[in-house]
């Protein structure tokens, strides 16, 4: 099971990276759902959400667990934007570092944060009874990520970088 969790990684990092530059090679409305349409951080968010749901879609398809496994990827998925933006703002406002190469390096951090949690959840079992709130905490931020594409609020984390 690890290698299908090492191999759903690479591929949903590889999507990730794809989905980055998706709105700017097909600008149409749809793809602005799912990709960023500009670089503040709560479009990046997207690069997280989007492919990690899809990667946990294709490993669950065979999992005998269903329970256990959705909970253990839906807390991985809630969790991974909080440790994104925690160590982005840290970096960049506690420690004044920015650059793309951290950016990224961030991202594949996060990213691996998000298997590795989700492998040891579905594991333990330890999220298993919390599944029914997961869902509609995942599904709300889901619906968070378009809505604010959309509608963006005049804060920080929803404007592009000057």
């Known amino acids: 099971m690890k290698k299908r969790f090492a191999a759903a990684f690479v591929l949903a ?8 530059f998706l709105h700017e090679w097909l600008p149409i409305p749809l793809t602005a759902l799912f990709a960023p349409v500009n670089e503040s951080v709560w479009e990046h968010l997207k690069l997280l959400y989007w492919p990690f749901l899809l990667a946990a879609i294709l490993l669950t398809r065979r999992m005998r667990e269903l329970p256990r496994a959705w909970s253990a990827f839906l807390a991985s998925l809630l969790l991974m934007p909080l440790v994104l933006t925690s160590l982005y703002y840290l970096l960049k406002s506690g420690f004044g570092l920015e650059s793309a190469a951290l950016d990224i390096a961030l991202y594949l951090a996060v990213m691996a944060f998000g298997f590795l949690l989700s492998y040891h959840l579905y594991d333990s079992g330890a999220a298993e009874r919390r599944l029914g709130g997961l869902i509609v905490l995942s599904a709300l931020y889901g619906v ?19």
């Open 13 to 20: 990092v590889l999507a990730g990276i794809l989905q980055h």
């Open 144 to 162: 968070a990520l378009i809505v604010f594409s959309v509608a963006a609020p005049p804060l920080p984390i929803f404007q592009p970088p000057v």
